[in-house]
């Protein structure tokens, strides 16, 4: 039923002389997905925010990441990891206690922040920390 009204919806638009509407949704629908690759990525893991953030060296020294630490933010157990990814992509990670054994770690490298190079970030992390 939904297929054959969007049928005749397409048919009624192409008819009455609006083909560039169907065109710009069609190219919003593409935007929308790659957003999708565009983004922080976020997992909580097992572990208190000092434990976790010596997992998360590890992992990026596997990665072959350049990094620093900075304090960040209003409560002082948060922290800041940032520096460049192996082929130069700025790269930022924010560790934030949610209880007092577990830790969300948000990754983002790149300016826009790309999902799937973060995949690969959460994926070395995994190595060392369990996810909650």
Same mark, same amino acid.
């Given at each position: 039923?939904?297929?054959?009204?969007?049928?005749?919806?397409? !048919?009624? !638009?192409?008819?009455?002389?609006?083909?560039? !509407?169907?065109?710009?949704?069609?190219?919003?629908?593409?935007?929308?997905?790659?957003?999708?690759?565009?983004? @922080? #990525?976020?997992?909580?893991?097992?572990?208190?925010?000092?434990?976790?953030?010596?997992?998360?060296?590890?992992? #990026?020294? @596997?990665?072959?990441?350049?990094?620093?630490?900075?304090?960040?933010?209003?409560?002082?157990?948060?922290?800041?990891?940032?520096?460049?990814?192996?082929?130069?992509?700025?790269? =930022?990670?924010?560790?934030?206690?949610? =209880?007092?054994?577990? =830790? !969300?770690?948000?990754?983002?490298?790149?300016?826009?922040?790309?999902?799937?190079?973060?995949?690969?970030?959460?994926?070395?992390?995994?190595?060392?920390?369990?996810?909650?």
């Amino acid at each position: 039923m939904r297929a054959m009204l969007a049928a005749v919806l397409f !048919l009624s !638009l192409a008819a009455s002389g609006c083909p560039p !509407l169907i065109v710009i949704a069609a190219a919003g629908a593409g935007a929308t997905a790659g957003a999708r690759e565009l983004s @922080d #990525l976020a997992i909580t893991y097992q572990g208190n925010i000092n434990a976790v953030e010596n997992k998360v060296h590890k992992a #990026l020294t @596997d990665v072959g990441a350049t990094i620093n630490v900075s304090g960040k933010g209003l409560k002082p157990k948060e922290l800041t990891i940032s520096g460049t990814t192996h082929d130069g992509e700025m790269l =930022t990670i924010d560790l934030r206690p949610t =209880t007092p054994n577990s =830790t !969300l770690v948000e990754v983002r490298v790149g300016r826009m922040g790309s999902v799937p190079r973060a995949e690969e970030i959460h994926k070395a992390i995994q190595k060392y920390a369990k996810v909650k």
